[in-house]
């Protein structure tokens, strides 16, 4: 396949990733409250709401008690206890369960309530009606999560049910409306809480479900209009033999020339884009490892590839993975991931499992920038990963005072005892890298040995590196190290 009409499907399948990032198999069991890249949030807008008209409930009920009008009191408690299954509902994973059993039951309740306690009168109008929106609000949420006929006909049916309550004073014949005295607060605290709703749905709204705007939905057309591209920075082990690279991401953007990564990552954190370019990296790297696979000095290097939080708990990440070495025929142990910390604290189980499985075809894993986020040794201990690799901050503070050269002394020998292969980050001086090798240091990276460079760049100054050497490139440190622990492994 021309190089071209790969690029164009690298750009088509990651964008139909990032569309649906989490959508699993058909198979999958995954509760609801997981199905969608916005449920973390849409869980806890959930949540509040249905504490709020859970304490409502149990307001009224008290007021009314005071009344004693009994049938309200029954009827708000009612209410309470509605919110109080949709709470304990959603808690349990159930997010579109939740979503349509409140909603169905909520709309029963508006209506009657409307007819039974609160018929209008020539001096103090319906109210409760006024929630039939926050409702049908609540409908188009979960409608945007999830097409479904059967919601939006519960949406048009809180829409209709508002616009007869609205234009008619109709109540039933046997109804018991509210004491005036009651319903003279009961309007004002009734329209603020149900504007207050209607708000916080708008929010939702926007907040969740709006495309990106501006710059990001330049972004997001930029892997489409293959205005991305991967440099590739030198990683070399104690020898100095280059036996690998990171693959890293610039956009070349039409007006505005080469933006570097610091301004358009934090960007596409923001607007949830970051599934996207990370699939589209992830690929365009096994496009890159496939190209080098029968040079005989290409070849022989390892290509890491950043993986964000966001993408890496993609429900078919995995899959995914495999699907690309598959149709790329790259071998598995030239690829290696590298995780940040963040991606550790969503949940450790699952994370252990993910890395175990993609592990098993022989895909390596690095643990990035170690010592700036959620350090914790326990993280070392549990997850089955094969490098370390310390933080360029840690590097050069490395000889500015005697607490940061025991710092990095202590990192590595950490890395060491616990078996991973140890990289160094951000590297300049021959000092650094003299200080780090003393310290036992097994591979380095940084401007010393190279800075990031497009692809035909990077070839040259590998084959330079190469032409240039006493003898021939050796095989990576990584793997040798891994080696190493198998043997060490056998004989424990």
């Not at 890395?415 to 036992?440: K, M, P, S």
Request: hydrophobic residues 50%.
């Amino acid at each position: 396949m021309p190089v071209g009409e790969q690029r164009s499907m690298v750009a088509r399948m990651a964008i139909k990733t990032w569309e649906n990032p989490l959508a699993g198999p058909p198979s999958s069991t995954a509760p609801d409250a997981y199905e969608d890249k916005h449920s973390h949030r849409l869980v806890f807008y959930y949540k509040v709401a249905a504490l709020l008209i859970m304490a409502m409930g149990l307001f009224w009920a008290a007021i009314f008690a005071g009344w004693h009008q009994w049938s309200v009191v029954i009827a708000d408690l009612a209410l309470a206890g509605l919110a109080a299954m949709g709470w304990l509902l959603i808690a349990s994973g159930q997010l579109n369960a939740a979503m349509i059993v409140t909603q169905v039951a909520l709309l029963v309740f508006a209506v009657s309530y409307a007819l039974m306690f609160d018929a209008p009168n020539a001096e103090f109008p319906r109210i409760v009606h006024l929630y039939l929106l926050v409702l049908a609000m609540l409908g188009y949420i979960n409608h945007l999560r999830r097409k479904s006929k059967f919601q939006l006909a519960i949406t048009a049916a809180c829409l209709c049910a508002f616009v007869v309550l609205s234009c008619t004073s109709y109540a039933f014949p046997f109804a018991q409306t509210i004491p005036d005295g009651i319903r003279s607060v009961g309007i004002w605290i009734n329209g603020v809480l149900a504007t207050a709703m209607m708000w916080g749905g708008i929010y939702t709204i926007q907040r969740e479900f709006t495309r990106p705007k501006g710059l990001a939905l330049e972004l997001r057309n930029a892997v489409g209009n293959e205005e991305m591209e991967l440099y590739y920075q030198p990683q070399v082990n104690q020898a100095g033999t280059i036996h690998g690279a990171e693959a890293l991401l610039r956009w070349r953007h039409p007006q505005h020339g080469l933006i570097p990564p610091n301004d358009f990552i934090p960007l596409a954190e923001e607007a949830g884009l970051m599934p996207l370019l990370g699939g589209w990296v992830l690929q365009e790297a096994c496009r890159t490892l496939a190209a080098w696979r029968h040079d005989p000095v290409l070849g022989k290097l390892t290509l890491a590839v950043n993986v964000s939080a966001s993408q890496f708990q993609v429900e078919d990440f995995e899959s995914s993975v495999l699907e690309l070495i598959k149709m790329h025929q790259v071998n598995p142990a030239r690829l290696k991931l590298e995780l940040t910390e963040s991606v550790i604290v969503h949940d450790l189980a699952p994370t252990v499992a993910r890395i175990e499985n993609l592990r098993a075809i022989g895909i390596t894993f690095a643990l990035d920038d170690f010592g700036t986020g959620y350090s914790s040794l326990s993280y070392l201990r549990k997850l089955p990963l094969d490098q370390l690799k310390i933080d360029r901050s840690f590097v050069q503070e490395s000889l500015e005072c005697d607490r940061g050269a025991a710092l990095v002394k202590s990192i590595i020998q950490l890395g060491i005892d616990l078996g991973f292969v140890v990289l160094a980050e951000g590297i300049e001086t021959d000092a650094q890298h003299a200080f780090l090798i003393d310290c036992g240091c097994h591979e380095f990276q940084g401007y010393l040995f190279g800075r990031p460079m497009p692809g035909d760049a990077f070839t040259d100054h590998v084959r330079q590196a190469v032409m240039a050497a006493p003898t021939p490139p050796r095989v990576g440190s990584l793997h040798a190290a891994l080696m190493v622990r198998a043997k060490r492994a056998k004989t424990a």
